[in-house]
């Protein structure tokens, strides 16, 4: 830390922690200390504050213990002289700032609701979006811990034209990293110069436009702080540890544009203790001694074009992009891009044309590995603005492959093509919808390049059980037809053959430990007929995926000894379940909610919660927002209930598994099913419908409640009670 | 002072003792039974044994294990003070005194297995100090505080037989075995002194800093300033001299008192001042920021200025002639242990029960004798620098890291990258037979030119910071290119002050968080590191050079060596030993010698770490993170 650093960060955290103590102030006047503050739907209140003091802020009134710890933390000026030691000090003052910081947005959230636009993407008439939700939270904080995204660049300021800062926002995302905006320099921002130069923004396409001023800074590492919490399984309160995880598996770093004044450096000495640099493109003072980051912890006077690279070297971080030879930009981070309208230049499916994607294996003598092939027109046969017919068949070939194999390929696929900058991807098999755009076109994008991207990233992720791929990409009607009528035989197959596999038939069910990275205790039981929580993993995929990798997170586990069928007990599910747990879970009963539930990471995609004054069991999905008959929401119940905690009463589980035969078996099944949101009713209704019929209920559906008929217990009974809903005739759940 | 009256101060009595007498140099004279004295002809022709037998090998190393018992027993009888005082503190006993550092002893309750459950502060603190006090009876086992060291270094002791049991135990056992026809192979005899000085380094003086820290506030870092300039013309001078807090802090404490600085300004002053001299003034230093006025050689000359009221002493390293001297001026001596008196000065018997009735008697003490300072006779040199103090192996995981991600690391990470090329302590007396403070300012400006961080204690710490090195502005003019970077990153002098001699017993405990801040092997002796005492002189300094050898450390010492007399044992203590220990001692009187033999250790332990080359930049994958944890 040079001693001018010093100075000024400790200047800036003096003044950022009296101004944010002086707007407390004012909102107690104005609002009263009883007045709730909260960062839009988040378990993790005020994050930083949660994370790194354990202090669970929800009114004004929680503030005051805060400033007196920042005041605490700030220290005096350093002396001009003979001075004491610094580091500490500062470290310290940059915490005090980010915990100031956080209370003064929280009181922006009281003052001016509309500031910010709390949802994934700004709309065209707003730019900030502020602290990132629950959802979007597990969404993208995941990418950090799988390595999708290798970490953040927090980008502070301004650069001096348009043109550098999309060069620069390009080189970031090309590395796979996030770019989360904030600060003024010069009269412009980073973000805003993005927007202006009609780049698209939001946390699809990983350019995150957090605030205007430097004081957002803190939603970047309230992000960080979430995710070591909740990947991390880190409690709150265990500072040492959330900042070690980040400097050991976030690689973010702050990006310095223009000058750095006192409340700039007092932000990044806030960033330092979570071992993210400094990399400045003016030329401050540097602080190239190592230990709290990494490497360097102040790099300045870095030109624009060098920027990028010197600060992934910076901060120690290895990039690993995979090398697909196309004439654009390839990676995770493209996988949110829209093709808008005005920007199309070709597109297939999507209700206006025909479009489908099947993969397939052959014998190994019937695949040339490396062949792509357009059958019909390629893209510079084709005007601008045409819908066509596609269909891509990827056909593979390896010693070690099965059938059971195809369709998680196949689900890839849409990852794959996604991953194309300019090229845009919905849905799977034939309810595909591709659209390319006029500058990928531009840039020399063909349709064979969707073929090169798929044989790339299929060797690349699936080399243990492939061989050869060679993909078929049609673009003639009649072609397209014949391919679709042959793959839907095979679709009809594949599902014929889950839906048909019962838990009684099978000895072996399949173990999932993929999310023991942040859930240390959880462990998924997956059966036929109860698929993932988290909805991503039947008990095909997990059976496939074992043999794809043998000692990975889905392992067979021998049922054993049944203890109890209506619960769903089995000897040889619980020995595996202890061990598993490393001894902290006892018991698992398969089907059942009230007794030894199976534990949840946190990735589920609705809990279920028992609701004792209607005899019944609502469930919730992680997009419904609001406030549900059992006094909380979503992303409350995940705060509880995930993290690999066993607690009878509550479940998570997959969408997808309501409408299996075992769901809530031990309770009585769909039958006790009194509420879900209207948007979940909505989207499972097809599938509900045919199994309320099995149970004997065709109207099933109609008689639970959602949002429009109340969301307490009390609202909802008359409702239930009126519609004489089965659950109320059931024996007493608890 | 009458121009007539003549002064004999050190210099002039060093003067009068030429030439000293050769035998006693070489330690080759035996007088332990009055069969002798006996001594061994260092030439040709000469007796070569004693009238037992024992050659010089025997006599050389019987005279260095009494030495370094003596050296144990004046660190541990400190800490065995402190031990009591906590006690009687935590019994209510000591009106005045109190708990400072809470903290600090339930961390140490925890480690000393004291059950702390619904127990009051001074419950526990009673407790602490009776296991503390019980290190120094204590018959079998290991002493606790030895399970501090690295795993690695423990085992080394444990084979070797050399981990001490209890301090007195392993100070009788030395004397035991020095006496006639005992103990007379010399390799065996120094493995007694390699246990006694452990038992003081990872015992007494470790027990002493510790308690000192309970009682008084674990050191954290703090400006103050140094030299003769700090005395104050217009105030009731006071110096506190010698080694024991318990007495200097409650002088702190009552010159606080506003009725005696109200008494102060009535009899014409501007207020009290409180100077320190030795490692009284470092422990007064380290916890308030108290301006030192010298070290070991500073204590006559301050009488001299004339300025001076009260010069108030407890135990070790005063000298005799101080009430002699003091004779010539208006300054009371006044001693205050039991364990020391002195002819000619006042005695205040100064105990724990009376200490701060007794530290304002002795303040109104020079309140009053302030009259009777002489104008004429005063002179104080403006000389003075300012330092900052007060590191501490705790306050250094702060300084480094904050209060989120307090750490060694930067420290380590610093090293292996080469800024830092090594660290080295510094420390020990001064020795009239150079020029003062020399031989210390040319050593560590040497190796902090040479980028080596150097940590020191005792009256070395204080020879360097009247130099300036402390100065964590000035300072850094002295360091090299790397380490001034650090410096500059953590805004710390390249010097780093680390208390008074007993607080050595810090920089071993430095040095094992070092080590288990990882990256540079597994032991202190796998260390970049080396030691050196250039200007001793008492036998507390090779009781501390021995511990830091036998903890795995190169040390080096100046002014003369005592075993120069046997050249076996020399051999032995010279190269031998360090495939015991790892560490080893060596001798060289020159400055710039001294820091190259330093430098050389430090580089071959650059080279056996693998971190003597530039290494590559490593750039981290997803895979190579989670490895991390």
């Known amino acids: ?734 | 002072m009458n121009s007539e009256e003549k002064l004999i101060l050190l210099d002039e009595r060093l003067k009068l003792q030429q030439p000293q007498c050769g035998f006693g140099i070489l330690e080759i004279c035996c007088r332990n039974c009055v069969m002798g004295p006996c001594r061994i002809s260092p030439f040709d022709g000469g007796p070569k044994l004693g009238v037992c037998g024992a050659n010089e090998d025997t006599i050389v190393a019987r005279n260095l294990l009494r030495k370094i018992a003596v050296g144990t027993s004046a660190h541990s009888d400190h800490g065995r003070a402190v031990a009591e005082a906590l006690i009687k503190v935590a019994r209510k006993e000591a009106p005045g005194y109190e708990i400072k550092d809470e903290f600090k002893l339930i961390k140490l309750a925890l480690e000393l297995g004291i059950d702390i459950k619904d127990k009051k502060t001074e419950e526990i603190a009673e407790k602490v100090g009776e296991v503390c006090l019980s290190q120094f009876g204590n018959q079998e086992g290991e002493l606790i505080f030895t399970k501090r060291a690295p795993l690695k270094r423990q085992k080394i002791w444990k084979e070797l037989g050399i981990t001490p049991r209890g301090v007195d135990r392993e100070v009788v056992e030395a004397l035991h075995r020095t006496h006639m026809g005992t103990d007379q192979d010399y390799i065996n005899l120094m493995k007694q002194a390699q246990r006694c000085a452990l038992s003081d380094g990872w015992g007494g003086s470790m027990i002493a800093t510790d308690l000192t820290d309970v009682l008084f506030g674990t050191p954290e870092p703090i400006l103050g300033q140094v030299n003769f300039g700090v005395l104050k013309e217009d105030y009731v001078n006071i110096i506190v001299h010698g080694h024991e807090p318990l007495l200097s802090e409650m002088i702190v404490i009552a010159s606080e008192d506003p009725e005696l600085i109200n008494l102060a300004k009535e009899k014409g002053a501007k207020g009290i001042n409180i100077g320190g001299i030795c490692c009284t003034a470092n422990e007064v230093l380290m916890r308030h920021g108290i301006s030192i006025i010298g070290n070991f050689l500073n204590q006559e000359m301050a009488i001299t200025t004339g300025a001076v009221e009260v010069m108030v002493v407890d135990i070790q390293c005063i000298m005799a002639s101080l009430p002699e001297i003091s004779s010539c001026f208006h300054t009371k001596i006044i001693t205050t242990s039991e364990k020391a008196k002195i002819p000619g000065a006042i005695h205040i018997h100064f105990t724990e029960e009376n200490a701060l009735e007794k530290a304002k008697e002795i303040i109104k003490m020079a309140i009053e004798n302030y009259k009777n300072r002489k104008k004429e006779n005063v002179l104080i040199p403006e000389n003075k620098m300012d330092l900052v103090a007060g590191f501490s192996y705790e306050s250094i995981y702060y300084i480094l890291g904050g209060r989120f991600r307090a750490t060694y690391r930067p420290l380590n990470d610093n090293i292996i990258n080469g800024k830092i090329r090594g660290i080295a302590g510094v420390v020990g007396c001064n020795n009239p037979k150079v020029v003062h403070d020399q031989i210390h300012i040319k050593l560590v400006s040497k190796l902090i030119e040479n980028d080596v961080l150097v940590l020191q204690t005792g009256c070395s710490a204080v020879a360097c910071a009247k130099a300036g090195f402390m100065d964590s502005v000035k300072g850094l003019n002295y360091a090299g290119k790397g380490l001034r970077e650090v410096c500059e990153a953590v805004g710390i002098p390249p010097v780093i002050h680390m208390g008074s001699c007993v607080d050595n017993s810090r920089i071993l405990l430095a040095a094992t968080c070092v080590v288990k801040e990882g990256g540079l092997g597994d032991d202190i002796s796998e260390l970049p590191a080396a030691g050196a005492a250039p200007e001793w002189m008492s036998e507390k300094a090779l009781s501390i050079g021995q511990y830091f050898v036998s903890s795995g450390v190169f040390v080096v010492f100046g002014i003369t060596w005592p075993t120069f007399g046997s050249k076996n044992l020399t051999k032995y203590l010279f190269e031998d030993i360090e495939k015991e220990v790892g560490g080893k001692w060596a001798f060289e009187n020159d400055p710039d010698k001294m820091a190259d033999l330093m430098l050389k250790h430090i580089d071959e332990k650059r080279k056996k770490l693998g971190i003597d080359k530039a290494r590559e930049r490593v750039l981290y994958d997803m895979a190579m993170r989670r490895e991390l944890e």
Request: hydrophobic share 40%.
């Open chain 1, 1 to 734: 830390m040079s001693k001018i650093i010093a100075s000024a960060a400790i200047n800036g955290a003096n003044k950022i922690v009296n101004m944010a103590e002086r707007k407390w102030r004012e909102a107690i006047d104005k609002y009263g200390p009883n007045q709730d503050v909260a960062f839009p739907d988040t378990a993790y209140y005020l994050p930083i504050i949660y994370g790194i003091l354990g202090i669970p802020i929800s009114k004004l009134s929680h503030m005051e213990k805060v400033f007196k710890i920042c005041k605490d933390l700030l220290p005096e000026p350093v002396h001009k002289d003979c001075h004491l030691p610094y580091l500490g000090p500062v470290l310290d003052a940059g915490m005090a700032t980010l915990f100031a910081e956080e209370m003064m947005e929280a009181i922006r959230y009281i003052e001016n609701p509309d500031f910010y636009f709390p949802e994934e993407e700004p709309p065209e008439e707003k730019l900030w979006l502020g602290a990132a939700n629950d959802i979007i939270l597990r969404k993208r904080g995941i990418e950090f811990v799988d390595g999708t995204a290798p970490g953040f660049a927090a980008v502070v300021g301004s650069v001096p034209d348009n043109e550098t800062a999309v060069k620069i926002a390009t080189e970031l995302i090309e590395k796979n990293l996030y770019v989360f905006m904030c600060a003024e320099y010069n009269g412009k921002r980073f973000a805003e110069q993005l927007k202006d130069a009609g780049l698209q923004l939001g946390w699809p396409v990983r350019l995150v436009p957090f605030g205007p001023e430097i004081y957002q800074a803190v939603f970047a590492l309230g992000f960080a702080v979430r995710a070591a919490m909740s990947f991390g399984g880190i409690e709150p309160g265990d500072y040492r540890r959330i900042l070690i995880y980040n400097k050991d598996r976030i690689f973010a770093f702050v990006l310095a544009f223009g000058y750095v004044n006192e409340e700039w450096y007092a932000n990044a000495a806030g960033a330092i203790n979570f071992g993210f640099p400094t990399i400045a493109d003016t030329p401050i003072p540097q602080i190239l001694p190592t230990g709290i980051c990494t490497y360097e912890h102040v790099v300045s006077n870095i030109p624009h074009s060098e920027i990028v690279s010197k600060a992934v070297e910076v901060r120690g971080l290895k990039v690993t992009v995979s090398k697909v030879n196309i004439p654009v930009p390839y990676g995770p981070a493209f996988e949110g891009e829209r093709v808008r309208k005005e920007d199309l230049y070709v597109e297939s499916g999507g209700g206006k044309s025909l479009s489908c994607e099947w993969t397939t294996s052959l014998p190994l003598e019937e695949v040339e590995d490396g062949k792509i092939e357009v059958i019909g027109p390629e893209i510079d046969d084709i005007p601008e603005g045409s819908a066509i017919p596609m269909a891509t068949l990827v056909e593979v070939a390896g010693r070690e492959m099965q059938e059971d194999f195809e369709p998680i390929l196949e689900r890839q696929i849409h990852d794959y093509i996604n991953y194309i900058n300019g090229v845009m991807h919905i849905g799977q098999r034939d309810i595909v919808w591709i659209r390319i755009s006029k500058k990928a076109k531009e840039k020399g994008l063909k349709f064979k390049h969707l073929g090169v991207a798929i044989h790339a990233k299929y060797h690349e992720v699936f080399s243990n059980i492939l061989d050869k791929v060679q993909v078929k990409i049609y673009t003639d009607e009649e072609k397209v037809k014949e391919i679709l009528e042959k793959a839907r035989k095979v679709w009809k197959q594949r599902d014929e053959r889950l839906a048909g596999i019962t838990d009684e038939e099978v000895d072996t069910f399949y173990s999932c430990t993929l999310c023991q990275s942040f859930a240390p205790n959880h462990v998924c039981i997956v059966t036929p007929e109860r698929t993932g929580l988290c909805g991503a993993f039947s008990y095909l995929d997990c059976r496939a995926s074992n043999r794809i990798n043998p000692t990975g997170p889905n392992q067979p586990v021998k049922k054993g000894k049944i203890l109890d069928e209506k619960y769903g007990q089995w000897e040889g599910i619980n020995e595996f379940v202890k061990k598993a747990s490393r001894g902290a879970i006892e018991k698992v009963s398969v089907y059942s909610l009230m007794l030894d539930p199976m534990t949840t990471c946190g990735c589920c995609e609705c809990i279920a919660v028992v609701l004792p004054l209607c005899n019944g069991i609502m469930t919730v999905n992680r997009e419904y927002k609001g406030e549900t008959p059992c006094g909380m929401k979503f992303t409350t119940l995940a705060g509880n209930v995930g993290g690999g905690r066993q607690i009878p009463g509550f479940l998570g589980h997959s969408k997808f598994n309501i409408t299996q035969k075992k769901f809530l078996q031990a309770e009585g099944g769909i039958l006790r099913l009194v509420w879900m949101p209207k948007m979940l009713k909505e989207e499972i209704k097809e599938r509900f419908i045919k199994r309320a019929e099995e149970v004997g209920i065709p109207d099933l559906l109609d008689r639970i409640a959602d949002e429009t008929i109340g969301i307490t217990e009390e609202e909802i009974l008359p409702f239930l009670q009126e519609k004489k809903h089965p659950a109320l005739e059931l024996p007493p759940i608890m």
